[in-house]
């Protein structure tokens, strides 16, 4: 494996181990951040702790032991056995005999020992010092008294125990840290949040979301600006309504004017085709203004009713003018619906099966979230995967041909889009596994009374 490829699986790693949010990621530094300050500040206090306590230790000793040394030098040689338990301490006791042997002391503390007794002593008890193998420190100071009495010092070096608070109070300190950390951090990210959900609700009905223009001031900027941003859309969205709707009321006069001139010639070919083009034009400038209307599809006030009953009404309707159109399954509920946005975009869905596929079954069913899923289906040729986004562009159409005899305006299914994402609903197309195309239409469980 070489050098790219090393880089690359540690940029794989780095990423998966990475958190995604920005909330995650401060949390996870600060976190980070205390808890190598908390384990620094405990090692050095642990090392402050044994400094001391070895410098306290080695003060009481230089008097403990020059006290006992001297003590045991005057008392007769038969009473010094008794005198030893007297003079025993935690970290050290006294041996009359030559002690054990070993290599010259190499841990700090029992170094620093050797040579503090030998400093608080003197030179009129020469004295060697050697290590004691075993498990912990654990040395010896061999010495002779006047009357040539071999005396040894045993020392265990120990340290004094940290009080047993020590250790949950610094984890409690560093719990709450981490909490107040979480808290300032969830506090100073949640504008961000607030801004995205914003920027997620600018849908096509241009329903905007204000924003409390608060807080920090860079937040409070970027609250403001999107406020303005969100004005300016709205405003530029309505006065392009207003433009296809001017010139769709002017285009009606010419239309009409031309129409009734060609109902005054003669019956030909240039006539037929004339009024082919003028029912074309029409087509065109009615569905052009529907998809400019489609952005304030959410204006429709929600209502509750029988979703079922609706289905039926289209239905019916379709089944009255002799269309091939059926009806499985039922939603057995009552919903809060926009029956005038629903009914347009399951008509433009039926319609586009009926033009290409020859049929339309229509399949309504409960989700488990309590949504509800209509699938229009059809036997047509379907649509080639790539292109399953792109029909629900505006004017985009699969026939080659460009006729709008066969291929329509190309705008039922932008419209359909534009409607669904209005009424806060999901639209999508996928090919059918036996032939044929499926637009699936999800419903929320619930949507708000109004907007």
Same mark, same amino acid.
């Given at each position: 494996m070489n050098i790219l490829s090393l880089r690359s699986l540690g940029h794989r790693i780095g990423r998966h181990w990475w958190p995604r949010t920005l909330f995650a990621r401060l949390t996870l530094i600060l976190v980070a951040g205390l808890v190598l300050a908390y384990a620094l500040s405990f090692s050095l206090i642990a090392y402050e702790r044994r400094m001391a306590t070895t410098n306290l230790m080695l003060g009481y000793m230089e008097q403990d032991v020059t006290s006992a040394v001297a003590l045991l030098d005057h008392v007769p040689a038969s009473e010094r056995v008794e005198w030893l338990p007297r003079l025993e301490r935690r970290n050290y006791s006294f041996l009359l005999d030559s002690g054990l042997p +070993? $290599?010259?002391?190499? $841990?700090? &503390?029992?170094? &620093? &020992?050797?040579?503090?007794?030998?400093?608080?002593? +003197?030179?009129r008890y020469p004295l060697t010092a050697n290590a004691v193998p075993g498990k912990g420190e654990h040395m010896q100071v061999h010495l002779r008294l006047s009357d040539d009495m071999p005396l040894t010092v045993d020392l265990r070096p120990r340290n004094l125990p940290m009080s047993p608070w020590l250790l949950p109070l610094l984890l409690l300190q560093l719990a709450l840290l981490a909490a107040f950390s979480w808290l300032c951090v969830r506090l100073a990210t949640r504008p961000l949040a607030q801004l995205a959900h914003a920027a997620d609700a600018l849908g096509p009905d241009l329903n905007p979301s204000r924003l409390p223009e608060d807080g920090p001031a860079e937040v409070a900027r970027a609250a403001s600006a999107f406020n303005a941003m969100q004005d300016r859309i709205a405003t530029y969205m309505k006065e392009r309504m207003q433009i296809l709707a001017a010139i769709s009321h002017d285009l009606q006069t010419p239309i009409t004017r031309m129409r009734l001139r060609a109902d005054l010639m003669d019956d030909s070919e240039e006539r037929t085709t004339l009024a082919r083009n003028l029912r074309e034009m029409e087509d065109l400038v009615r569905e052009g203004v529907t998809y400019a209307r489609t952005l304030h599809g959410a204006a429709e006030q929600a209502v509750r009713l029988d979703p079922d009953a609706l289905l039926g009404s289209l239905i019916y309707d379709y089944v009255d003018a002799a269309a091939p159109v059926s009806l499985r399954g039922s939603i057995g509920k009552s919903m809060l619906l926009r029956p005038v946005a629903l009914r347009r975009i399951l008509t433009n869905l039926i319609d586009n099966a009926l033009k290409y596929g020859g049929n339309a079954e229509i399949v309504a069913q409960t989700l488990a979230d309590g949504g509800v899923a209509i699938s229009v289906m059809d036997n047509g040729p379907g649509i080639p995967e790539e292109k399953l986004e792109t029909v629900f562009q505006p004017f985009y159409r699969l026939e080659g041909s460009r006729n709008r005899s066969s291929g329509g305006t190309g705008l039922g299914l932008a419209i359909a889009r534009q409607l669904a994402q209005a009424i806060n609903a999901g639209l999508e197309l996928r090919n059918r596994a036996g032939g044929g195309l499926e637009a699936r239409l999800v419903l929320p469980a619930s949507i708000p009374l109004s907007e």
């Amino acid at each position: 494996m070489n050098i790219l490829s090393l880089r690359s699986l540690g940029h794989r790693i780095g990423r998966h181990w990475w958190p995604r949010t920005l909330f995650a990621r401060l949390t996870l530094i600060l976190v980070a951040g205390l808890v190598l300050a908390y384990a620094l500040s405990f090692s050095l206090i642990a090392y402050e702790r044994r400094m001391a306590t070895t410098n306290l230790m080695l003060g009481y000793m230089e008097q403990d032991v020059t006290s006992a040394v001297a003590l045991l030098d005057h008392v007769p040689a038969s009473e010094r056995v008794e005198w030893l338990p007297r003079l025993e301490r935690r970290n050290y006791s006294f041996l009359l005999d030559s002690g054990l042997p +070993g $290599a010259p002391p190499d $841990a700090r &503390l029992s170094s &620093l &020992l050797a040579k503090s007794i030998e400093q608080s002593i +003197g030179k009129r008890y020469p004295l060697t010092a050697n290590a004691v193998p075993g498990k912990g420190e654990h040395m010896q100071v061999h010495l002779r008294l006047s009357d040539d009495m071999p005396l040894t010092v045993d020392l265990r070096p120990r340290n004094l125990p940290m009080s047993p608070w020590l250790l949950p109070l610094l984890l409690l300190q560093l719990a709450l840290l981490a909490a107040f950390s979480w808290l300032c951090v969830r506090l100073a990210t949640r504008p961000l949040a607030q801004l995205a959900h914003a920027a997620d609700a600018l849908g096509p009905d241009l329903n905007p979301s204000r924003l409390p223009e608060d807080g920090p001031a860079e937040v409070a900027r970027a609250a403001s600006a999107f406020n303005a941003m969100q004005d300016r859309i709205a405003t530029y969205m309505k006065e392009r309504m207003q433009i296809l709707a001017a010139i769709s009321h002017d285009l009606q006069t010419p239309i009409t004017r031309m129409r009734l001139r060609a109902d005054l010639m003669d019956d030909s070919e240039e006539r037929t085709t004339l009024a082919r083009n003028l029912r074309e034009m029409e087509d065109l400038v009615r569905e052009g203004v529907t998809y400019a209307r489609t952005l304030h599809g959410a204006a429709e006030q929600a209502v509750r009713l029988d979703p079922d009953a609706l289905l039926g009404s289209l239905i019916y309707d379709y089944v009255d003018a002799a269309a091939p159109v059926s009806l499985r399954g039922s939603i057995g509920k009552s919903m809060l619906l926009r029956p005038v946005a629903l009914r347009r975009i399951l008509t433009n869905l039926i319609d586009n099966a009926l033009k290409y596929g020859g049929n339309a079954e229509i399949v309504a069913q409960t989700l488990a979230d309590g949504g509800v899923a209509i699938s229009v289906m059809d036997n047509g040729p379907g649509i080639p995967e790539e292109k399953l986004e792109t029909v629900f562009q505006p004017f985009y159409r699969l026939e080659g041909s460009r006729n709008r005899s066969s291929g329509g305006t190309g705008l039922g299914l932008a419209i359909a889009r534009q409607l669904a994402q209005a009424i806060n609903a999901g639209l999508e197309l996928r090919n059918r596994a036996g032939g044929g195309l499926e637009a699936r239409l999800v419903l929320p469980a619930s949507i708000p009374l109004s907007e």
